[in-house]
Structures are given as structure tokens and as C-alpha cells.
T-cell receptor, first 116, second 111 residues
């Protein structure tokens, strides 16, 4: 398996523009997570899905952020409009369901977003 | 109650020494405690994990010690090597499938 695949790896955009980050989880994993990492706040959980259904979006900073998972193999995180304070590394992770032995997450390589 | 507190924030160890990173939690419903290792430019990767019914787990040079009554757990890296230099995160799983991460420890192993 190729692991969790995120695209793009780097994104530079101007303030006010729409940004879409993409994630392909590991096949067979039932959970998908979106995290944001900054020096100040560490790893923050933004939202997670179970079987394509959003379970907890309490970490989404504000209405400018939205996430979708239209099917088991694809998810997007959208920021519209983007602001400089959104600059961070965004990670997607997936994990198998709880009734399996390991609860470990597999993270993607991240998308480094810079909003200028 | 959902927090995991990690210390120290940064750690410098000589090659061959023991690196120790500590974490504490409040929520007794947490049922799985993994450690993740992150190299620059990469996503965190699962290193080792423990369940609360076990007091210690060892994998190679990496050991987790778990103290359920104190609600603390720690990562010990024996014979630390320069290649171990990375950021380490402890985490705790709530029963809803969500991992709560500590703030991270930046480890530097000097040759």
C-alpha cells in the first residue's frame, strides 16, 4: 500500500483565495482525520470521519474551513477565504476501525500551506 | 480532561545516553497510549504503543513505562543515537477513536 497520500505537498496562495487540500486514505481504513500543525499550537485535530461520516468537527477553527469525504478513498479540506494565520502544515491520517488490534494512525506527508 | 501534558519541550542527550520523555493525562477513559516519531518534513509515524493493563512494553531500544494509578506514562530511548533526533509525541486514545496528542518533545542526540 502506498500509505496516506496528500496533495499538494506545498501550496502558496494569496490572502482571500480558496485553498483545497486533498487526501487519499489507506484502503480499508474506516477513520480519517485532518490535523493542523504549527509551532505555537502543536498538532490540532480539526475534524474526523468514520465510514465517510463526519463525527467531530469541533476543532474546525471557523466557518471558513470545511471538509468533505464523498467516498471511502477521498477527502478534501477547503479554506475559503484563506488568511495568513492559516499558514501551517496540514496532515491527513487514517486508521482502521476500533475492533482491530491496532488503533495506530498512519499519517500522510502533509501539505505545507503558506498564505501571503 | 481531554489534555495530554508532555515534558520536556526539548531534550539534548549524548550519543549512547538514555532519553526520557514524560506524559500525564487526566481522563481515565483513555484506553490506548501510542508514541509517534516525526522527522522534519515528514508526518508523525507510530513508534510504539501500550494499553493501560500493561505496565511496560519494550521494542528494541524503545520502552514505554505506564503508571495507571499516577496517570503517567513515559518513553525511554536506550543507547540514544543521532538518528533518533526527531520530535516525539505522546498520545492517548479516547474511546471514540480520537487521539489526543501531547505538545511534542524535540530530541537532539549529540555525537
Amino acid at each position: 500500500d502506498a500509505g496516506v497520500i496528500q496533495s499538494p505537498r506545498h501550496e502558496v496562495t494569496e490572502m482571500g483565495q480558496e485553498v483545497t487540500l486533498r487526501c487519499k486514505p489507506i484502503s480499508g481504513h474506516d477513520y480519517l482525520f485532518w490535523y493542523r500543525q504549527t509551532m505555537m499550537r502543536g498538532l490540532e485535530l480539526l475534524i474526523y470521519f468514520n465510514n465517510n461520516v463526519p463525527i467531530d468537527d469541533s476543532g474546525m477553527p471557523e466557518d471558513r474551513f470545511s471538509a468533505k469525504m464523498p467516498n471511502a478513498s477521498f477527502s478534501t479540506l477547503k479554506i475559503q477565504p484563506s488568511e495568513p494565520r492559516d499558514s501551517a502544515v496540514y496532515f491527513c491520517a487514517s486508521s482502521p476501525s476500533r475492533n482491530r488490534i491496532s488503533y495506530g494512525y498512519t499519517f500522510g506527508s502533509g501539505t505545507r500551506l503558506t498564505v501571503v | 480532561q481531554q489534555q495530554v501534558k508532555q515534558s520536556p519541550q526539548s531534550l539534548i542527550v549524548q550519543k549512547g545516553g538514555i532519553s526520557i520523555i514524560n506524559c500525564a493525562y487526566e481522563n481515565t477513559a483513555f484506553d490506548y497510549f501510542p508514541w509517534y516519531q516525526q522527522f522534519p518534513g515528514k508526518g508523525p509515524a507510530l513508534l510504539i504503543a501500550i494499553r493501560p493493563d500493561v505496565s511496560e512494553k519494550k521494542e528494541g531500544r524503545f520502552t514505554i513505562s505506564f503508571n495507571k494509578s499516577a496517570k503517567q506514562f513515559s518513553l525511554h530511548i536506550m543507547d540514544s543515537q543521532p538518528g533518533d533526533s526527531a520530535t516525539y509525541f505522546c498520545a492517548a486514545n479516547n474511546q471514540g477513536g480520537k487521539l489526543i496528542f501531547g505538545q511534542g518533545t524535540e530530541l537532539s542526540v549529540k555525537p
